[in-house]
């Protein structure tokens, strides 16, 4: 795997060369052809008749901190040293450096493009991706997908089955926090003691100094997803060949008349946001276990590195997308 730092400005730059960005509309027909799965499977009703209340912890346990702290400690996990705190600080700095040294020069001017015609043009290219899992090529399609029979386009879940789906969703994560920070079995007694220290000591982390706003390192982020789903779903696709096909497609399918109505699209965005039945059935194995009520009822410390992480793992996960490299993991081991 090369380390980033090596790659050309050049070799990056032309990577990704948008051109003109253009403005396309979207189709209402193309976004309800690809949340038909999504309407047919209807998550909502698999969670609100598969949850086990016989294992379900109380609401009142909250869990709504730690659960959020342990998703981005484990997003760092496989990363950065989080049992190790002079090094993990100096981890920290390092990528700062990395960012601001190696990742800005060649992937800054990403953040002067117009990102509502990227987004849109992004968008369009998910769907595309999404109608040709379902086996569909909707560049050539001349008429409308066939829809089975929905009936119901009213979410199923109460907020409180929400509130609980999601709890239970988000309990794995709490036991990769556990292995991440490399913690006793959470029955253990002292247990929450060893926690409580660990993340104190992460608490007295400070977050290196950028020179770059944290604002537009996310933007940089959303650029580069955008620009990755738009290759993924296009090739050369920028062309003007290519995106006169694209104008031709969006054309058709605006004649196309799907018999669902618009409402299911706010359905759609909301079963979107649903964890998976499989974290949901792990959450459930997990809630029965030893030390999982002290653990909910845990107020972890603020992290003030989390701003500064959060843009990081977004930054990264999008690089990893698009460049198919770490891009930061590597620095430290050349001499740049």
């Not at 060649?106 to 899992?133: F, H, M, S």
């Amino acid at each position: 795997m090369p380390c980033f730092c090596t790659v050309p400005a050049d070799t990056l730059r032309n990577r990704f060369i948008p051109g003109i960005m253009p403005i396309f509309p979207v189709p209402p027909a193309l976004r309800l052809a690809a949340a038909i799965p999504a309407l047919e499977e209807r998550l909502d009703m698999q969670i609100e008749t598969g949850m086990n209340p016989v294992v379900l912890p109380n609401l009142d346990f909250g869990g709504g901190p730690m659960i959020q702290m342990a998703m981005t400690l484990s997003m760092m996990a496989g990363n950065f040293t989080l049992d190790d705190i002079p090094q993990l600080q100096a981890e920290l700095e390092q990528v700062s450096n990395s960012i601001v040294s190696n990742v800005w020069p060649r992937l800054g001017w990403l953040t002067q493009l117009k990102l509502q015609p990227l987004i849109n043009y992004a968008i369009i290219a998910r769907l595309v991706i999404d109608l040709e899992d379902m086996g569909l090529d909707p560049l050539e399609m001349q008429a409308p997908p066939p829809t089975s029979m929905v009936n119901s386009f009213s979410f199923a879940l109460r907020p409180p089955q929400l509130k609980m789906a999601r709890l239970l969703g988000g309990l794995p994560p709490l036991m990769q926090m556990n292995e991440a920070l490399n913690l006793p079995p959470l029955g253990d007694p002292g247990a929450l003691s060893v926690l409580q220290n660990r993340l104190q000591g992460l608490a007295s982390l400070t977050p290196p100094s950028l020179v770059i706003p944290f604002p537009i390192l996310t933007k940089l982020a959303l650029a580069l997803e955008s620009l990755m789903t738009i290759e993924e779903a296009f090739d050369d696709a920028f062309s003007p060949q290519t995106l006169r096909r694209i104008d031709a497609m969006l054309s058709v399918w605006s004649g196309f008349h799907i018999p669902i109505p618009l409402a299911a699209l706010a359905l759609r965005e909301k079963l979107d946001l649903l964890p998976p039945m499989e974290d949901i059935r792990l959450g459930e194995q997990i809630a029965g276990g030893p030390g999982i009520v002290p653990l909910l009822q845990f107020s972890p410390p603020k992290l003030a590195i989390a701003p500064f992480m959060n843009v990081l793992l977004a930054l990264q996960g999008s690089m990893q997308m698009a460049l198919d490299m770490e891009p930061f993991d590597m620095c430290s081991m050349c001499s740049c």
